[in-house]
């Protein structure tokens, strides 16, 4: 898997962890599909489930997995944090997204 995390991306991926307490040790998913305004659409969530096919990545005391048929969407994408002018999550700049749009 070669996705990368921003600093604002790994912050607020921590900051989840320490709000919630029962989200310890739960790898953080990220996955995609396509279709969508910019040609995938992806979804970020906790969860306890990891396959043996499901791709792992550490980042500073915490794992990032994605299923396979997400990674190959993903592969090669960098994964950020906005918080800006009252918009705010996460986004994925992904060489693989051929169009894009404002929303």
Avoid: W
């Avoid at 659409?41 to 306890?48: G, L, W």
């Amino acid at each position: 898997m070669s996705v990368t995390l921003t600093d604002k991306a790994i912050s607020k991926i921590k900051a989840l962890y320490t709000q919630d307490p029962s989200l310890a040790g739960k790898p953080f998913r990220i996955s995609a599909k396509d279709g969508g305004c910019s040609d995938c659409s992806y979804d970020f969530k906790f969860e306890e489930a990891v396959s043996a096919a499901d791709e792992k990545q550490e980042f500073d005391g915490f794992k990032v997995v994605i299923d396979p048929e997400s990674n190959k969407l993903i592969s090669g994408s960098l994964v950020d944090y906005k918080d800006e002018s009252g918009a705010e999550g996460f986004s994925v700049q992904s060489p693989h997204v051929k169009k894009s749009c404002g929303c």
